[in-house]
């Protein structure tokens, strides 16, 4: 991370750059400018020995494994040949193996170390290559092999470790194809996607993926779309329905009219957000920022005292302490603490991605692991959002079919959802629903108008008790249904009532698990804000187990709530559908959006996106975020206590050269390990809770 920097201000400094974007987590340059790819890959080589690859063109291929394809895995195994043969081979040969192991693995180091201690840039290359020199010029010759070889193994097994971090993007780059097969002219041509043109009609086969986001035009298909919600199982297509790029057709073959350019994508805006969202600096790592700035000079101070007091004031012998003034230097390397916070970011949220959850930065990482209470918009969240009829109660020598029949006539030209879902209900059971006649609203009340030359009415309680004056025969009736979370509506004429249709809108088949799980993973209080009544709001709160409910909320009164929520609880997450509920998702510690893969407005407005509309990647969501947030304090503790101890080791001169690198690159190690740990992290397979 600390080269990332460097790189960065380097190039942001060259003539005819403008500004210079260093992405570490996605290995992503970003540059602003007229300078030329081969003058760049110049002045990025002076720094760090990478790459470039402009984009558009094709990176070498992959099929080499790190360990065959990485140069610091070759120059570190000759570094431990040349080493292993130093002590084999007798003196003077010896040295001359030594010298061998510390230039072929430490050429690197070293040249970095020169050119940054010429710039008064200090470094963990200076603090190594003083310890290094310093080593051979006091006659530390093994020692200093065997320091600059752990250096060497250290460097290659965090380059191997960020890169599968890294990987999780890779992943996500190679979802969508490359080409696709469009329909121009009645003939089927073979494109790139970045030809693709909104409107294009493209035709995906069986056993294909699709190459943009689009509507299905023709055909019906079982689409798996679990690249972009995280969801394995199926989901069924027909016409009019929208897809993704990158999702994978499994049955029919189906014509698609594009709807986005690649670049306009579903699944280019989530590798685009999660790029950004691993190179997001948390409030952890902003701390360690802050720690290392001083603590770096600091030891350096420290270590110039060690090895000067003992001697010019206490007589002591100089070549010890000379000693311990280069093993503290190389204790000193802040590298553990430096990768201890990123690497659990980039590992988490990728691990997050895969799984259809979109953290945009390591901040509301941190602050999802934090949290004590999540609230809940109701409609579209814990329930579907589309009402079904559930009861139809004829009443008098009436029939179900009777009253459903007649209801679905007099609600067939109406857009309100519970007419349509009354006719939906009719239409699967059946019934020719032909419309009535002389329809007309009621505002705010109902509708009536003429079947079969009878006027019928139908609405709401209200409705019936101004027409007939008393409708108290089906009061218990009606109360009891309202009771359940029910909408009832009354059927009938001027002078009798013929039946009562109940509508609900249904709770969603995750919901009750997903707030258990919630629980079982640490969250305080689970809370449903509602713009319904209370009694709907009621039901719904004991069906699912939430345990607080407040009913007939405007936006702003939802934005109140959590405003007040987060006064008395401090840390408080928003669950939304990312329209609707913006001003309270806004004002939430996190807002969490449903159904990201379905709403450009859910990915820009909310901190996190469900990108399914599948709450049980909630509580993953809360325990990844627990997990990391242990993970980070572990790595940050681990990693400074190990300084400590090695620091104290000086005085006594228990400190040697080698064990100071082990006790630095080995904290190093373990600490990217143990954050490459959540690259693992999945949904339980039931609601108990994962500890770290």
């Known amino acids: 991370m600390d080269c990332a920097a460097k790189l960065e201000r380097h190039v942001q400094a060259l003539p005819g750059v403008k500004e210079a974007k260093l992405n570490f987590a996605a290995s992503k340059l970003t540059v602003l400018g007229?300078?030329?790819?081969?003058?760049?890959?110049?002045?990025?080589?002076?720094?760090?020995?990478?790459?470039?690859?402009?984009?558009?063109?094709?990176?070498?291929?992959?099929?080499?494994?790190?360990?065959?394809s990485n140069r610091k895995a070759l120059t570190t195994g000759l570094s431990l040949l040349a080493l292993a043969t130093a002590f084999i081979v007798p003196e003077p040969f010896g040295k001359g193996f030594l010298l061998a192991s510390i230039a072929v693995g430490g050429h690197s180091l070293l040249r970095k170390g020169a050119r940054n201690l010429i710039r008064l840039n200090f470094d963990m290359n200076v603090l190594m290559t003083v310890a290094i020199t310093g080593a051979l010029l006091i006659g530390e010759w093994k020692e200093a092999a065997v320091v600059t070889f752990l250096f060497a193994v250290s460097e290659m097994l965090e380059s191997y470790s960020m890169e599968k971090a890294r990987q999780s993007i890779r992943a996500l780059m190679e979802i969508a194809p490359k080409v696709a097969t469009v329909l121009r002219d009645g003939q089927e041509i073979v494109v790139p996607v970045e030809d693709l043109v909104v409107g294009d009609i493209i035709l995906v086969k069986p056993g294909e993926k699709i190459a943009a986001d689009g509507e299905i035009v023709e055909g019906t298909s079982s689409i798996n779309e679990a690249a972009i919600t995280g969801e394995s199982m199926p989901v069924d297509k027909t016409v009019g329905d929208s897809v993704y790029a990158g999702t994978l057709n499994q049955q029919g073959a189906i014509k698609v009219r594009v709807?986005?350019?690649?670049?306009?994508?579903?699944?280019?805006?989530?590798?685009?957000?999660?790029?950004?969202?691993?190179?997001?600096?948390?409030?952890?790592?902003?701390?360690?920022?802050?720690?290392?700035?001083?603590?770096?000079?600091?030891?350096?101070?420290?270590?110039?005292?060690?090895?000067?007091?003992?001697?010019?004031?206490?007589?002591?012998?100089?070549?010890?302490?000379?000693?311990?003034?280069?093993?503290?230097?190389?204790?000193?390397?802040?590298?553990?603490?430096?990768?201890?916070?990123?690497?659990?970011?980039?590992?988490a949220i990728g691990a997050a991605a895969r799984q259809?959850?979109?953290?945009?930065?390591?901040?509301?990482?941190?602050?999802?692991?934090?949290?004590?209470?999540?609230?809940?918009?109701?409609?579209?969240?814990?329930?579907?959002?589309?009402?079904?009829?559930?009861?139809?109660?004829?009443?008098?020598?009436?029939?179900?079919?009777?009253?459903?029949?007649?209801?679905?006539?007099?609600?067939?030209?109406s857009e309100h959802p519970l007419a349509k879902a009354i006719v939906k209900k009719a239409e699967e059971d059946g019934l020719a629903v032909k419309p009535a006649e002389e329809f007309s609203a009621i505002t705010g009340k109902g509708a009536f108008g003429r079947v079969d030359g009878q006027t019928y009415y139908i609405g709401n309680p209200r409705?019936?008790?101004?027409?007939?004056?008393?409708?108290?025969?089906?009061?218990?009736?009606?109360?009891?249904?309202?009771?359940?979370?029910?909408?009832?509506?009354?059927?009938?004429?001027?002078?009798?009532?013929?039946?009562?249709?109940?509508?609900?809108?249904?709770?969603?088949?995750?919901?009750?698990q997903a707030v258990r799980a919630l629980k079982q993973a640490g969250i305080e209080k689970t809370i449903m804000l509602t713009g319904d009544n209370a009694t709907t709001a009621a039901a719904i709160a004991k069906q699912v187990g939430i345990d607080e409910y407040h009913a007939e909320l405007l936006p702003h009164d939802k934005l109140e709530k959590i405003k007040q929520l987060r006064d008395a609880y401090g840390k408080v997450a928003m669950v939304g559908d990312g329209?609707?509920?913006?001003?309270?998702?806004?004002?939430?510690?996190?807002?969490?959006?449903?159904?990201?893969?379905?709403?450009?407005?859910?990915?820009?407005?909310?901190?996190?996106?469900?990108?399914?509309?599948?709450?049980?990647?909630?509580?993953?969501?809360?325990?990844?975020?627990?997990?990391?947030?242990?993970?980070?304090?572990?790595?940050?503790?681990?990693?400074?206590?190990?300084?400590?101890?090695?620091?104290?080791?000086?005085?006594?001169?228990?400190?040697?050269?080698?064990?100071?690198?082990?006790?630095?690159?080995?904290?190093?190690?373990?600490?990217?390990?143990?954050?490459?740990?959540?690259?693992?992290?999945?949904?339980?397979?039931?609601?108990?809770?994962?500890?770290?």
Request: aromatic share 6%; proline share 5%; charged share 20%.
């Open 259 to 347: 709807t986005k350019l690649v670049a306009d994508t579903t699944i280019a805006k989530i590798i685009h957000l999660v790029e950004e969202a691993q190179n997001e600096r948390a409030p952890s790592q902003a701390f360690v920022d802050r720690f290392a700035k001083y603590y770096t000079p600091a030891v350096m101070v420290l270590a110039l005292g060690v090895a000067l007091v003992p001697p010019l004031f206490f007589g002591a012998d100089w070549s010890r302490w000379i000693y311990e003034g280069l093993a503290l230097l190389v204790v000193a390397c802040p590298c553990a603490l430096v990768v201890s916070t990123p690497v659990a970011i980039v590992s």
């Open 463 to 512: 409705l019936f008790a101004e027409l007939h004056g008393d409708i108290g025969a089906v009061q218990n009736q009606i109360s009891a249904l309202q009771r359940q979370g029910k909408t009832v509506m009354l059927l009938g004429t001027q002078d009798e009532l013929v039946g009562l249709i109940a509508v609900a809108d249904q709770v969603r088949e995750q919901s009750v």
């Open 356 to 413: 259809g959850v979109l953290i945009k930065g390591g901040v509301y990482l941190e602050e999802v692991g934090n949290l004590k209470v999540v609230a809940f918009d109701k409609t579209g969240t814990l329930t579907k959002g589309e009402p079904v009829v559930t009861d139809v109660v004829p009443l008098g020598d009436r029939t179900e079919q009777d009253v459903l029949g007649i209801a679905a006539r007099l609600e067939k030209l």
């Open 579 to 692: 329209v609707n509920d913006a001003p309270a998702l806004a004002s939430a510690t996190v807002g969490i959006a449903m159904g990201g893969a379905g709403t450009d407005t859910a990915l820009e407005t909310a901190d996190i996106a469900l990108m399914a509309d599948d709450l049980s990647k909630l509580p993953f969501t809360i325990r990844l975020g627990r997990r990391a947030v242990r993970v980070i304090k572990q790595n940050i503790a681990f990693s400074l206590i190990t300084k400590l101890l090695a620091v104290l080791l000086v005085f006594p001169g228990w400190l040697t050269l080698w064990l100071a690198i082990l006790a630095d690159m080995g904290a190093t190690i373990l600490v990217t390990l143990n954050g490459l740990r959540l690259l693992r992290v999945k949904p339980a397979p039931s609601v108990e809770s994962q500890e770290a």
């Open 34 to 68: 007229t300078i030329s790819t081969e003058e760049l890959q110049r002045e990025v080589k002076k720094i760090e020995d990478v790459t470039l690859h402009p984009v558009g063109t094709p990176e070498p291929t992959a099929t080499k494994s790190f360990w065959a």
